[in-house]
């Protein structure tokens, strides 16, 4: 048997091809109840003509979706047509400022704007998650400038913008879903910054709007049924930095631990600040659930104990094969609304990261169980994500799938038609196979964390961020 690839070489730096295909190879059976499309977004192109990309959170998206229905699965990849992947295919270049690439700076186009003059270029280049917001379907990045697609062709609509002048904004990817809102925190930069909360299926004023002097770079938010949750770990931007823009846009962010972390309430009904705790720092992209219990208000995150884990992402770091990334655990913070005092600890010591919970069925519900994340095998921590964990909050007891020279991307869970909880369904979740040198949709059954069935593309999938799924008769 020849030898593995590097993950390096056929998860990260390449460019991904377009495909259409009808009926790709599937072995085992796919159940008849499986009828929907599964989308994920996430990047696609690293090596432009006369740039190669900083980042993992650099490249151009890309959108990969699945359809399945009676037991066979379409595939398409399409890239993302913004105007940041039109301009790069084009000239070759990078036109617009990214995660942490920025143009040459002979090629800034100076923004109009006499509040920062000095500004790149925003992206405009979603790619790191999928909504549907109202009837549209989205894909979302951390400008406030989505792009609304076609879920059959995954063709561009139109773009969308929650906010104007998007220069002076960053968003999150992780809206969160409530009745018909989709709320979703903005980071407004200027000589006063505000943390601000949006309705994007409602767009009108902020819903609330609490000054801050140095934000913090902001992946998500948590939400309860009656407060939204702003975690602000100390990796932190002085917004005078942005102002002049010498580097590229994360790494104006400075990690301050002797800050702490710190964790805004907002009562949701009035926008109102209702608390303010004060922590150990901590670094976290992805927050896990949220609910009240009596005077409490319990949070569930994804955290690290500092922001490392932004730096080993730098394909510099990722280009080596023993790379060690830091562990990211699932942990709990309950907050004494009246008391004001703050308790963290870790639910669970597994290596988790992007986190998915049934999030239809148990958002803002202490009732769920469990977690399903991207893992490091505890028998294998060096490397790149090489497993699928699932974690039970209320035990701490973890499982996984590994399999060897595999690296699978996040899990999505699938409830069953008659499930019954967080683990009667399905687990969908696209696997790089280096030894194969291709890529496969994997279905697992959640509650054995034992596969059910793989249907197999023609080459390696580029690693990606997020997913959504839609049910046949949603789309
Ligand atoms: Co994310």
């Not at 992947?85 to 923004?111: H, M």
């Not at 992946?219 to 407060?227: A, N, Q, R, V």
Request: charged share 25%; hydrophobic share 35%; proline share 6%.
């Amino acid at each position: 048997m020849k030898t593995a690839q590097s993950f390096f070489s056929l998860g990260i730096n390449r460019n991904q091809k377009e495909y259409a295909l009808q009926n790709i190879p599937v072995i085992g059976k796919i159940p008849d109840w499986l009828k929907g499309n599964y989308i994920r977004n996430g990047p696609g192109m690293f090596n432009l003509d006369k740039k190669r990309l900083n980042h993992w959170f650099d490249a151009m998206g890309a959108l990969h979706s699945f359809n399945i229905h009676e037991g066979k699965v379409d595939y398409i990849c399409k890239y993302i047509e913004c105007d940041s992947y039109r301009k790069a295919t084009e000239q070759g270049d990078l036109s617009y400022s990214e995660f942490a690439t920025d143009p040459c700076k002979s090629i800034f186009k100076k923004v109009q704007s006499y509040v920062f003059p000095m500004l790149p270029n925003m992206t405009d280049n979603p790619k790191i998650n999928i909504a549907k917001i109202g009837e549209r379907y989205m894909a979302l990045g951390e400008t406030p400038m989505q792009v609304e697609f076609d879920p059959h062709t995954l063709e561009k609509i139109g773009v969308d913008e929650i906010v104007p002048g998007a220069f002076a904004y960053k968003t999150t990817a992780h809206p969160h879903f409530e009745d018909e809102h989709a709320y979703n925190l903005v980071v407004k930069f200027g000589m006063q910054s505000y943390y601000r909360i949006y309705d994007m299926a409602n767009k009108g004023k902020a819903l609330c709007s609490i000054p801050v002097a140095k934000p913090a770079y902001l992946h998500g938010f948590g939400m309860s049924k009656k407060y939204f949750i702003i975690a602000a770990g100390p990796l932190l931007v002085t917004p005078i930095q942005l102002l002049f823009w010498k580097r590229p846009y994360i790494e104006n962010h400075h990690w301050l631990p002797k800050e702490g972390g710190m964790i805004w309430v907002v009562d949701k009904e009035t926008g109102k600040l209702k608390a303010r705790f004060e922590t150990d720092p901590f670094f976290s992209f992805h927050h896990v659930n949220a609910w009240e219990e009596g005077e409490e208000l319990v949070m569930d995150l994804n955290a690290y104990d500092d922001a490392s884990i932004v730096n080993k992402y730098y394909l510099k770091e990722l280009e080596n094969p023993s790379v060690s990334l830091p562990k990211g655990t699932l942990r709990r913070y309950r907050m004494n609304l009246r008391t004001k005092k703050i308790n963290a600890a870790v639910i669970s010591d597994a290596c988790i990261e992007l986190p998915r919970i049934d999030y239809k069925r148990y958002n803002m519900n202490g009732d769920y169980g469990f977690s399903y994340g991207v893992s490091l095998h505890p028998e294998k921590t060096t490397g790149f994500y090489n497993s699928l964990v699932k974690i039970n909050a209320k035990t701490g007891q973890s499982s996984y799938w590994h399999e060897e020279n595999c690296h699978p991307g996040e899990p999505y869970f699938i409830p069953s038609p008659m499930s019954k909880n967080d683990e009667d369904g399905v687990i969908i979740s696209i696997v790089l196979d280096t030894q194969n040198e291709r890529s496969f949709l994997m279905i697992l059954d959640a509650l054995t964390m034992q596969e059910i069935a793989r249907a197999t593309v023609p080459e390696p999938i580029v690693y990606g961020f997020h997913a959504e799924y839609f049910q046949e008769g949603s789309v």
